[in-house]
């Protein structure tokens, strides 16, 4: 079955991509976590995994650390 990652924050939205893999979720999550601190601020986006139209959020122990 596919997965498809995106990243998602209450206050920043998601990120608008549709993630073939983690590791690219991960590479875009890093790269809002590095501008946002570049202007002072945090991203508060988290990554979630889709599997048949649902989505859930992944822990920091299954790999979405900051």
Do not use: F
């Amino acid at each position: 079955m596919a997965e498809i990652y995106t990243n998602i924050g209450p206050i920043r939205g998601s990120c608008g991509h549709a993630h073939k893999s983690m590791n690219t979720a991960v590479k875009c999550l890093h790269r809002d976590q590095h501008g946002c601190k570049k202007q002072g601020g945090y991203s508060d986006r988290r990554i979630y995994v889709a599997t048949v139209g649902d989505w859930a959020i992944l822990t920091d122990d299954e790999g979405a650390d900051e």
